[in-house]
């Protein structure tokens, strides 16, 4: 009996020395940081919260349409589907964003200046900096009207990361009564 009056005793010492000797943590005073960047506080933006933290400011953020939006000169060569060169053309391209009150997003765009007739080809675009045609005609392989009533388009604009020029590739297939065309080139953005 004695030695667990013994142990007990030891061992309350032990808890006791514990306890007196912990102290309660107290976080480390910080140093006063003042934020100045800006960054984009919209969720539908590409650059949704890049800069965070910061100080929250939305005439910062960026759009998938923004990517596009302007007009473009384009290189447009022309091919054959064995890849034999049929010709090249310099279009004038104008991305224009659709209405915001139906485009809440910010993603839909117009083309101008593909086709002779100002025939208006519907692009939507992503925060990747690529917009993709729009299939709007169905039981046809993707697509929509090109430059007559019988030709498909489809295909992809994508935004370069060159940091010499504003540029995108174009890459689009042209279905027609005649043949399959594919329009390859880049456009710099004027």
């Not at 006063?32 to 800069?51: E, Q, S």
């Not at 019988?150 to 994508?158: E, P």
Request: hydrophobic fraction near 35%; proline fraction near 5%.
């Amino acid at each position: 009996m004695k030695k667990i009056q013994i142990i007990l005793l030891c061992l309350s010492g032990v808890i006791g020395m514990i306890f007196i000797a912990c102290k309660k943590y107290v976080d480390p005073t910080k140093p006063d940081i003042t934020l100045t960047n800006h960054y984009c506080n919209d969720p539908i933006a590409a650059n949704y919260n890049h800069g965070f933290p910061g100080i929250p400011d939305n005439s910062v953020c960026r759009y998938p349409t923004d990517f596009f939006k302007g007009n473009w000169q384009f290189v447009d060569s022309i091919f054959y589907p064995d890849m034999r060169f049929y010709r090249t053309q310099t279009l004038s391209l104008s991305f224009t964003p659709m209405d915001q009150a139906l485009d809440t997003f910010r993603t839909r765009l117009t083309v101008l200046g593909l086709c002779p007739n100002n025939t208006i080809l519907k692009v939507t675009a992503n925060k990747y900096a690529l917009a993709l045609t729009d299939t709007l005609l169905p039981n046809v392989n993707g697509g929509q009207l090109f430059c007559s009533v019988s030709d498909t388009v489809s295909g992809f604009f994508k935004r370069t990361n060159d940091t010499l020029r504003t540029s995108m590739n174009i890459n689009l297939t042209e279905l027609s009564a005649a043949d399959t065309f594919y329009h390859r080139g880049l456009a710099i953005k004027q």
